[in-house]
């Protein structure tokens, strides 16, 4: 069974940096893509990033230069650093792990609460 264990989010005040780690129990080479995604109260899940196998990256317009996705292979782990925060992106953030047209894996998610 695949886990994915994030950590990292916390209170911080706008304007501020967090950087959220998700780690994998198996190797991220082994799924097509690893992503972000982030659910505020009483909202949908909405997409915030993705990197695939391959390196290339999607993201929100809302977090298009304020975010960045990267992975470590080495460490089986998928970094979202996140920049010039704003009240808005308050949410549970949860990492993903998709394996295309067979399964999505989920984490428990990490709370990011911004302050304005």
């Known amino acids: 069974q695949v886990q994915l264990v994030e950590s990292g989010g916390g209170l911080v005040q706008a304007g501020g940096s967090l950087r959220l780690s998700c780690a994998a129990s198996?190797?991220?080479?082994?799924?097509?893509?690893m992503g972000w995604y982030r659910q505020a109260a009483g909202k949908q899940r909405d997409l915030v990033a993705t990197?695939?196998?391959?390196?290339?990256?999607n993201y929100a317009d809302s977090v298009k230069g304020r975010f960045t996705i990267s992975r470590d292979n080495a460490k089986n782990t998928v970094y979202l650093q996140m920049n010039s925060l704003k009240a808005e992106d308050t949410a549970v953030y949860f990492c993903s792990a998709h394996r295309y047209g067979i399964r999505d894996y989920w984490g428990q998610g990490t709370q990011v609460t911004v302050s304005s």
């Open positions: 990197v695939t196998s391959g390196g290339a990256t």
């Open positions: 198996e190797s991220i080479f082994s799924f097509n893509a």
